[in-house]
């Protein structure tokens, strides 16, 4: 059978183990072969990231480099207007028309799917895997959760590539971008929450100050 590809996109500015742990954690549980990190251009829920997509780019592929699970992938990079997921997807299931693909969320960003450009259509394309932290719960509408137990996958491995939802429990790590900034600005260290690579980098460009 071909590759499982794990999909986990965002800004990344700057990436953190909050991003990469939870990566993991999610290919262990689900047997996933490797994990594409894909840095958005233009993200339409959120304002314009701080660092350049050259930057963020740069910043990914230190944090990854020991680990070849982890492929930095810059196709959105490349895309005019904005990144929406489901081009994404299309364009990943073009490349592999074979592979399981998981799409990776949070489930914050999950609660508010369905205001996704063309949300309905993410399932045709790949499975949706929601991380879930111990103290987070999920909350939905009525209509997401009947649509969520529809979908939501029983336990063992898929036999489609695409069409269910999976739950999984990650670790523990509620650090986020936004903090990091935040405490490079106020000349804190932030280390411990992202990797050394990626400080020495923040540091050199001048990022965040």
């Known amino acids: 059978m071909a590759e499982s590809i794990g999909i986990l996109g965002g800004t990344f500015d700057p990436v953190h183990f909050g991003h990469l742990r939870p990566a993991l954690d999610v290919a262990d549980q689900l047997g996933l072969d490797r994990i594409h990190l894909i840095p958005s251009a233009r993200p339409p829920h959120r304002g314009e990231p701080q660092a350049t997509p050259e930057q963020r780019l740069t910043m990914l592929q230190l944090a990854v480099k020991n680990n070849p699970q982890f492929v930095v992938d810059d196709r959105e990079l490349h895309r005019e207007g904005n990144s929406y ?3 994404t997807l299309l364009s990943l299931r073009q490349e592999f028309p074979n592979s399981p693909l998981y799409l990776m969320v949070g489930t914050d960003a999950f609660s508010y799917i369905q205001t996704w450009h063309r949300w309905q259509e993410l399932l045709d394309l790949a499975h949706i895997v929601v991380m879930q932290r111990p103290d987070e719960t999920l909350t939905m509408s009525d209509e997401m959760t009947s649509w969520y137990r529809q979908h939501l996958a029983i ?3 898929p036999t489609q590539l695409a069409g269910k939802i999976w739950r999984v429990n990650v670790t523990q790590l509620a650090i986020s971008a936004t903090e990091i900034r935040t405490k490079i600005a106020q000349g ?9 690579a990626v400080i020495q980098l923040i540091s050199m460009l001048g990022l965040y100050k």
Do not use: E, V
């Open 85 to 87: 997921t489901i081009d």
């Open 155 to 157: 336990n063992g491995a």
């Open 188 to 196: 804190s260290n932030p280390q411990y929450l992202l990797p050394d």
